[in-house]
């Protein structure tokens, strides 16, 4: 039993999380933060997204200085 | 004999008459006893289904995730692995991103209505009509003496004409309501708490914050930190500072309807934290000169005087 996703699977699964994630955050009005009956905290929404966005990232960097 | 039987017919008319009055009137009231009940039932129950569980549904989502997860190690599925890393994430985003607490917008302009309410009964009774002045007052971190703490409290004057001179040291140290030299009353500005705010999100005291930072700190405070107002834009000119706010939480209470008089003497609680604001970063009285609001609500328009001495 071991779990069944590569590294470079997970990889793309944050690529394509973060990127969803940075353009809602981005497009999401600047005044509202309300999605019809749900209410967020935009920061925090943001904060997520950039920090998948960095995990990606170093996630590509560890691949190109250290290749699989 | 006949007078008095049509008297007498004429009375019980009156009484059947005013009982049938006496009736409806009871029932109207029951009526409306029992509507409003109802409504109060009703709104409650629209508040209930207003209110989302996201909470919840973040718990759902995670408990499901962590589920497909476990299932996916088991049997060694790549898809049932991405949907519960998926669902995973979705659930603790949920978790994350729910606010604190968020109260409705228009709570903020009903609670504001009757400090201005109260400042207007007094004025309107004392018959002052000066321009309000915005007195700065002494850095928290600075030591004062016991009878002198009165100075650390921001305040301002509506004086009973225009004037440009403050209060003498002693009514200000003793807090005083009704001063007389220059003859106003000293109350505790409307934007106040606001401003307290500000100073909470920037972790800054305005007496320490330079005067020229004040147009680019101000306006994202208000705007993007706190959402107090959609756009806010602060330039100065000399002395003369100008505020444009678009889109502000306090609108209303510019309306014609309300009628309040002290608004365009204090300003609105943004308006009045921002004069407070500014007071406090120049150490000098601010006075509001003008304020200009479009017949939509939608732009404030504020002209403050940075006075000298």
């Known amino acids: 039993m071991q779990f069944p996703l590569s590294t470079s699977e997970i990889i793309l699964w944050l690529a394509f999380t973060a990127i969803i994630l940075l353009v809602t955050s981005e497009l999401m009005s600047p005044y509202s933060e309300q999605f019809g009956d749900f209410v967020i905290e935009k920061s925090r929404l943001r904060i997520a997204a950039l920090v998948l966005g960095v995990a990606f990232i170093v996630t590509v960097l560890v691949r190109v200085v250290a290749p699989i | 004999m006949p007078f008095g039987k049509s008297e007498n017919s004429k009375e019980k008319e009156l009484d059947a008459g005013e009982r049938a009055e006496s009736a409806t009137v009871k029932y109207l009231v029951e009526s409306l006893q029992a509507v409003q009940k109802e409504n109060e039932l009703l709104k409650m129950q629209l508040a209930k289904s207003r209110q989302v569980p996201a909470g919840r549904i973040g718990f759902v989502l995670l408990i499901f995730g962590v589920l497909a997860l476990a299932g996916s190690i088991w049997s060694a599925s790549t898809v049932l692995a991405f949907i519960g890393l998926g669902i995973t994430f979705w659930g603790a985003l949920f978790l994350f991103v729910r606010p604190i607490r968020f ?53 301002v004057l509506i004086p009973d004409k225009d004037t440009a001179a403050m209060p003498t040291i002693e009514e200000m140290a003793k807090g005083q309501f009704i001063v007389e030299n220059p003859r106003g009353i000293c109350i505790t500005p409307p934007g106040f708490g606001v401003m307290s705010l500000f100073e909470k999100e920037l972790r800054l005291d305005f007496t320490k914050l330079a005067p020229e930072r004040f147009p680019s700190v101000l306006p994202k405070l208000a705007t993007s930190d706190l959402q107090l107002a959609r756009n806010v834009q602060i330039s100065t000119d000399k002395s003369l500072v100008h505020v444009k706010i678009e889109g502000s939480a306090y609108k209303d209470l510019y309306s014609q309807e309300r009628g309040l008089k002290s608004i365009h003497l204090v300003g609105c609680p943004l308006a009045s934290a921002i004069a407070c604001a500014l007071s406090k970063a120049t150490g000098r009285l601010v006075a509001i000169m003008k304020d200009e609001i479009s017949p939509d609500l939608k732009t404030i328009e504020l002209w403050l005087q940075v006075l000298e001495g």
């Open chain 2, 103 to 155: 109260v409705k917008e228009a709570l903020l302009e009903w609670n504001a209505i009757s400090s201005y309410k109260i400042i207007d009964r007094i004025i309107d009774d004392l018959g002052y009509k000066g321009k309000a002045l915005y007195i700065p007052p002494y850095p928290k971190d600075v030591y004062l003496p016991e009878y002198l703490k009165g100075l650390k409290e921001m305040v």
